[in-house]
């Protein structure tokens, strides 16, 4: 038995070269981390301020956001003074 000497069309040759798009819903801490982890900060805050304000932040998925944000503020202070 051989392998085929091509490769089957429903095999992508090339990776991605940008990451999804699409960002979860304001409002849940995993929603906030994720969009903290692509870069939308403004959304990861917004989505951290909703959970905790609500108190549904059974895992701190949402303090760990509000943390980092606030540490990335305070770190651009430090910067500026």
Request: net charge negative; charged share 15%; hydrophobic share 50%.
């Amino acid at each position: 038995m051989t392998a085929p000497s091509t490769v089957p069309s429903t095999v992508p040759t090339t990776l991605p070269t940008t990451l999804p798009t699409t960002l979860p819903t304001v409002g849940d801490a995993v929603g906030a981390e994720r969009a903290w982890l692509h870069g939308d900060a403004l959304t990861a805050i917004a989505a951290a301020d909703h959970v905790l304000e609500n108190g549904t932040d059974v895992d701190g998925r949402a303090a760990g956001v509000a943390a980092a944000a606030a540490a990335a503020d305070g770190a651009l202070g430090d910067a500026a003074a």
